[in-house]
């Protein structure tokens, strides 16, 4: 349990202080979205561009990956069929209810889990693909589609290209290529990255905290589906994710819980951009985010205490 605490107590703790940067002003959200940018354009990529260059092809996590999607599409698909035949919700709510459940955190809370917890970045780097360049093509269709009035000017195209436009896609397939090639870029290209992606724990991490101070909506309409949205992401499809990987894929204790860790992991705060994007609801991404960051702090220590190997 002391080892648990001392490998997550450091993530909450610069989160806490991102809040409480956001919460008393010291830093402006000028200053978040700086951070943010910094963080997501050029840290990120660096420190999984540095650390997948080590990784052989063969070691990809590739039916842990399985098992992770299995739950990801059940509860997203969940969600979608909840709001639709019980809240009686339109596509375009239906489509962000779905996102929120099973979109996960796999940026600003999954690399550093990654990095400080399971101190290897191959698993990261497979969800997110998985995340960018199957989930995010059907989010943008299913929004396009739901979206009142004329459909936004090529989204489809836009769908479709969409990993071709995300830095730490690219950053993480530079990484393999580089690996699939058995080159070794020279010193001097490495050390730069390195230290370039040794920000990229401490600033995602403190964007997160900052990213918490946001008001909280309390409208009786919206609560009902906020709980299902959330106990689907949170409760869900970790258990989902569980059952797969053990009793379908047999897994191993390392790979189960590394699947299941990350499936346990908050609502993407990519959620609210699509869905702010596509004049959506933003009430419900934005208070899935918000809830379920808060109450991960429960489930990924509750996996850790479960399935740490």
């Given at each position: 349990m002391r080892s648990i605490l001392s490998e997550f107590l450091p993530i909450w703790i610069i989160a806490g202080l991102g809040w409480a940067a956001s919460r008393s002003g010291v830093v402006a959200r000028q200053g978040r979205e700086a951070l943010t940018a910094f963080a997501f354009t050029f840290a990120m990529p660096a420190v999984l561009f540095t650390m997948l260059t080590k990784v052989a092809l063969g070691?990809?996590?590739?039916?842990?990956?399985?098992a992770f999607a299995v739950s990801t599409l059940t509860v997203a698909a969940a969600a979608l069929a909840l709001v639709r035949w019980v809240f009686h919700g339109?596509?375009?709510?239906?489509?962000?209810?779905?996102?929120?459940a099973g979109y996960v955190n796999a940026g600003n809370l999954g690399i550093p889990v990654a990095l400080y917890v399971l101190h290897d970045a191959s698993f990261v780097m497979a969800v997110l693909v998985f995340q960018v360049m199957v989930m995010t093509p059907l989010i943008f269709m299913g929004l396009d589609l739901g979206r009142e009035g004329d459909a936004v000017p090529g989204a489809w195209?836009?769908?479709?290209?969409?990993?071709?436009r995300n830095p730490l896609?690219?950053?993480?397939?530079?990484?393999l290529v580089v690996s699939a090639l058995s080159w070794h870029p020279p010193k001097e290209v490495m050390r730069p990255l390195e230290l370039l992606g040794g920000a990229a724990v401490p600033?995602?991490?403190f964007v997160l905290g900052m990213a918490l101070d946001v008001p909280r909506s309390d409208t009786a309409a919206n609560r009902g589906v906020i709980?299902?949205?959330?106990?689907l992401k949170l409760v869900a499809q970790p258990l989902i994710a569980f059952v797969v990987g053990?009793?379908?894929?047999?897994?191993?204790?390392a790979a189960l819980y590394a699947v299941v860790l990350f499936a346990a992991l908050p609502t993407a705060q990519n959620t609210f951009l699509y869905?702010?994007?596509?004049?959506?609801?933003?009430?419900l991404p934005r208070d899935a985010i918000l809830i379920s960051t808060l109450l991960s702090m429960v489930t990924v220590s509750v996996v850790s205490l479960l399935l740490r190997a």
């Open positions: 070691d990809l996590p590739f039916r842990p990956l399985i339109k596509l375009a709510e239906q489509v962000i209810a779905a996102m929120s195209k836009r769908s479709l290209l969409a990993p071709l896609v690219l950053g993480a397939s530079a990484g600033v995602a991490l709980s299902v949205v959330v106990s053990r009793e379908m894929l047999h897994l191993n204790q869905a702010t994007r596509y004049n959506g609801g933003t009430e």
